[in-house]
Structures are given as C-alpha cells and as structure tokens.
DNA sequence: GGAAACTAGGAATCCGTTTTCCTAACGGTA
DNA sequence: TACCGTTAGGAAAACGGATTCCTAGTTTCC
C-alpha cells in the first residue's frame, strides 16, 4: 500500500541533516560522541520528516524484539482480561508491546500460538488462564511468567490470587459485626476456587469464634445455583422462625446475587437476618443487587502487573522462581452492613 | 537469558544438512528449483533442530511486519473485547499476529500507542471503542479499518453493529405475538445507542400495526434505572388493572433485567401479562434473569472478524471505504414466549 | 557429438538500524 | 613546531533471513 510516501528512514534523515546515517542513530539515541550543535541538527531534520525508526530493524540488530506474548488460555474473559491488561499496562512504561495470543481452549492453537511467539523471539512470555486450577507449563527459550493460572511445574514462576487471605478477611469481617453461624456456597465443587475459599473460611471461623454451618454446598457458578443454595440453607424455614445461620459467605458475586434475590424472596431481610458476602467485585453483580455486596476484590489488574514486572525482572536477567501470592481487597457494601 | 542454547539459526540447519542458507531458504519456503530429496533432507535438519525462522528477520526483507495492531480506545471491555477477539481470531487465519493497544480513553496514550504501532510497522491498525459513537480517525501510513466505533470522516472504512435491523427484528417479534403497545427504556440519553434505537424501533412498530407508548425513558445503562423505569411506564397502575402496555422494549440486557425485576416485584407477570426484550445477548443477564430474556445479539465477534477481513484485503491491495452494518440476531426465550 | 536449454544449488545483495572500528582534524604541551 | 591525546563523525560490519543473480552440471535435440 503506502510504500514510498510515508515511510522515512534514516538515510532520508541522513540527507536533509547532512549526515551520515550512523550520525542519526547517535544523534537520536544519545549515544557516541556527537557536537550538540550536530544533535540539534539531526533531530531538527528527524523530527521536519517525521522518522520514527523501524522497530523490525531495531529488533534484529538489538538482538530482541522489545515484546512479550500474552498467551491466553480461554479466550481472555471475565478473570483474564484484567490481568492481560493490568499486564499490558505495565509492560508500556518499558517501552514494551504487547502480542496478544487467545488459545480458546484448543491445546492445537495454543501450540501453534506458542510456535509463532518463539518465531516473533518475544523477549518474554506472560500465561493466563481461565480458572485457577494449575495449568501444564509451555517450553520455550525465553523467560515465562504464569498469572492467575498457576503452572504445575513449582519451579516456574507464577503469580496467583491469595484466596486464603481473602477469605480470612471475610470470616474477620463477619465475625467482628457479630456473626458466628456461617454457610458456605461454593462453585463447582472440582475446582479449587470452591474448595479452597472453604477451608479457608472454616480455619479462619475457628480463629474467630465463629462456626462453619453445615457441610459446603457445591454446585455451579451461576445465580440459580446461589439462589438454589439458600432453599437448601434455609431448608424449610418459614418467616419468624429462627434462622440456622446469621451469615452466608458466597464463593463468587453471582451467587451471592442469586442468594440475595432468593432471601428476599422468602422474606428473610439481608443483612438484618443473614449477612451476604460474594466474592470478584464484579461491580455489575456487587451494585446491581439488592442490597449491594459487600465482597473480595482480588486486585486482577494488580495481579497482571506484579506478573509483568516480574517478567520484565526475568528478561533483565534477574529471574524468579515459585509461587507468589496477590493480595486482595476486602470491599464492604450494604449486604453486611446496613449503613455502609 | 537463554541466548546461544535454544536459539538456532538458519546456518545451522545449513551446516547440518550440508547445504548453504539460501538452500535452506528455498527449502523450507517451497521456492526455488530443488531436488525432492534436498528438501527433505533440509526439512528433516530443520526439523530435528527445532528451527523456527527469525519473523523479525522475515519482517525487515519482507517489508511488511505481518502484524496488525488491535487499537482499542478503553481497555477492552464489554463491548471491545468480543471486537478484539473475533479480530484476532481472523487474523490468526491468515498467519498474522496482533499487537495489542489499549489507550483507556487517554488521548496521550493512544497516541504514544500509534506511534509505537507505526514504529513496528504493522501492516494494518483495527480500531475500536467502547460506545458505537463515531470517534476522530487516527492519521497513520497504512491501512485501518474502524470498529463497533466508526470513523467521524465518511470515507474511512468502518463496521458498526445494525441497531436498526436489531430493534427492526424485537419489533417485528413482538407484534407476530400480538404485541401492540410497546413502550421503549434506553440508557443514556447522549448516546446513539440509546435514542437510534428508539427511532428504529417506532419507525419498525408503525410498520407493524404497533404502537409506540409514551415519550422514550433515558437514563443510564444500569439495572438500577431499569427498576426504576419501569415504575414510570406503570404509574400507579395496582395489580389486576388493566396494563398502559403489553410490551417493554429495553435497550439493553442490564435495563430489562432490572426491568423483570421490578416487574415481578408489582406482580406484574412476564411474559403473560407484559413482554420484555432486552439487548446484547450477555448471557450473565439474559440467563440469570426470570424469566430469562428474549434480546438481540449484535454478533460482536463477527463483526470484529468481518473487521479484519476488511483490513486483509486492504492491506492486500483491495481497500474498502464508507460504513458497513454488520447483522443482529434475535435470539428468542421466555421473556417473551413463555415457553420458549 | 556438440550446442542449446534446463536444473540444482551456491554466492552476493538487500532490508533498516545499531555498533564497532577507524581516520581525520583539533587542541594542548614540551 | 612537532608530537600526542581527544574528539567528531564516517565507513563498514553485524543482525537473520529472502531473493536475485550466477555457474557448473546435466539433458535434450539435431
């Protein structure tokens, strides 16, 4: 398309400087020894054509190419594509872009992506996930760093919400307003986002005099199950009667939303009768619902830029190992707290 | 990092199979004139080294990046993401990566965000935002194609969802039900999306011995205002009186949502006694919501395809210019057939 | 059997920068 | 004034492939 107009090099800087084009590369990038007077020259006429040097050129000469792959399991959505771009962001202050990579759940793409990430020789990799159960690692020659979908190789570097920290601030959230006899509703029961925040939450009731209500319920992560699991809590309650629990914890938002909905409508007041909590700060579930949600905010933005700083470390030679855990955020809203 | 070890070269595979580079070239390219038996002889070197040719290398003699930049003006949010996703995906067809760029509404970011993609020389740009309002064109060398957001300059090559044909099907749908009071709440009320479907929507009703009832309700695009719209478009109409409508049309999946709810809340029953649609297909509302709700599914994903379809053949040679509408889909459930 | 027409594969050039050498010119000192 | 150390800037060599010539063999055909 646009070939000849538009696309200046350095030569062209060259010759309307009056310079050879080694000057221009060091007149622009403050390197060798140059008069400021030639500087000046150099980027007067730098600037009049408007160069911007090739970054392919760049890339080959510099022996890396100032990008990292943003490899993306399932096709970057409610979890990952905070962290892709909390990642993005960060890599931009280094000057840094960012080649993004949706596998889709197809390990057949997911190579073929990989594959094109090494042919591209990014300086670095960045794997993400859809849940965050424990993912196989990817080979490749250059650094990795795995977010929120830990790799299952302990070695690799990982980065992962701290979910037991979160649900510890739920349980001390509760306990503190008062509430001692919790249920716990979880997702899906195979997966580690359900079981963990579990026994989290029972080991920190302990620590706090408070009680774990029943055995956890597990279904799917969706508000039909949550309002599905408060007829369960509530068993044949009817208004008036006293409640078995003062408090339900829900492993995500839209549980909570669905529990919510359905203790309204059996008349059981939230957070007079039984407290609420959820769990992402999905603001469309935590606002929307009635009343909104107090819950945990995992900080996935912050997750992705603690990853890309911790790639960019890798690729400046200071690697690391392992996993580190992401701090959350306790957020409280009226579903705990009236007034709030 | 991994530097000499794990990076192999085109010479290397040259000095295994016992050819020279440019053999190797030819080889693996499937150019030049070579035996049969020398390909395979190189191909099996390539192969046993774990060659993977330099794209960087490949971009500078190619003069091309095989790469477009992916330009989104939020952060890639409800409405980009999908956009960006189908965009990718197309791409990835046609062996070419995305660099992604997310200027999250900065005016300063997107432009250091251009500068960094024409500086990579992408082949193309995609760009898109996170409303359907027409946004300033960016001025780069190459080609660029505007979507979901249009270009404000007519002559730039945009693809934009088609609310008309969108809100054209809801009222085709509701009034084949015998729907014909139809009253209409859109979101704010400075956004196309909110008043051009209220235009198509009267404009399709009339055409269909329906009825547009009352002025258009805006708002804001949150469940809050659909409950709350919906107690405009009753008044102080009590259970068992005749209904103002038989229909409310929302002009999104958040608005009707709150608008069931609301609903039933007044014992108002939906579908039976008032139909509601809603917009966008986002199964987080459609399907969490009771009933679960009839909408239109502006196909985002295809568009973003069709979008990078569009920018292929550009880049090829063959560019497209002016607006192109790219096709809805009702998508039909109980909120409107209660059976369905 | 010899010249023309192919064929297979190698050598050289190019893509646009960065970087490493060099080489003049210049200033300072003895 | 001659010599040495600096300094400014140019020439050339990477970087890793693709591509465009070439050239030495090999066929083909009369």
């Not at 309307?16 to 990038?29: F, W």
């Not at 510890?168 to 919790?182: D, I, K, P």
Request: net charge neutral; hydrophobic share 40%.
């Amino acid at each position: 398309m646009t070939d000849a107009p538009g696309v200046v090099r350095i030569t062209d800087v060259a010759a309307l400087a009056g310079v050879s084009p080694s000057t221009v590369s060091k007149a622009l990038n403050d390197t060798g020894s140059l008069r400021p007077a030639t500087r000046a020259k150099v980027r007067e006429a730098a600037e009049r054509l408007g160069f911007v040097p090739d970054a392919t050129a760049r890339s080959l000469s510099a022996r890396r190419s100032f990008t990292v792959g943003l490899l993306s399991t399932d096709s970057a959505g409610r979890f990952s594509l905070p962290v892709v771009l909390g990642a993005e962001n960060a890599l931009v202050g280094g000057q840094i872009s960012a080649l993004l990579a949706t596998a889709r759940h197809d390990a057949v793409r997911e190579q073929h992506h990989v594959r094109s990430l090494v042919a591209r020789r990014v300086d670095g990799i960045i794997v993400t996930g859809r849940t965050t159960e424990p993912r196989r690692p990817i080979r490749v020659p250059m650094p990795v760093v795995y977010a929120f979908a830990p790799s299952q190789d302990p070695q690799d570097a990982s980065v992962v919400p701290d979910d037991d920290a979160g649900m510890t601030a739920v349980a001390e959230h509760l306990t503190s307003l008062g509430r001692r006899r919790v249920a716990y509703v979880g997702g899906r029961g195979d997966q580690a986002a359900s079981t963990q925040r579990h026994d989290s939450l029972r080991t920190a009731l302990r620590g706090h005099d408070g009680t774990l209500v029943g055995d956890p319920l597990y279904g799917e992560w969706s508000e039909r199950w949550g309002r599905l699991a408060v007829d369960l809590v509530l068993g044949d309650h009817r208004a008036g009667d006293p409640l078995p629990v003062d408090a339900i914890a829900f492993a995500s938002d839209q549980l909570a939303r669905g529990g919510c909905d359905r203790l309204r409508d059996r008349g059981v007041r939230v957070p007079e009768d039984v407290a609420v909590t959820g769990y992402d700060d999905w603001d469309v579930m935590t606002l929307a619902s009635r009343p909104p949600l107090t819950t945990v905010d995992p900080q996935l933005e912050r997750l992705g830029q603690r990853s890309a700083e911790l790639l960019l470390a890798a690729i400046d030679g200071r690697p690391s190992s392992g996993v580190e855990l992401s701090p959350p955020r306790l957020v409280v809203r009226a579903s705990t707290m009236g007034d709030a």
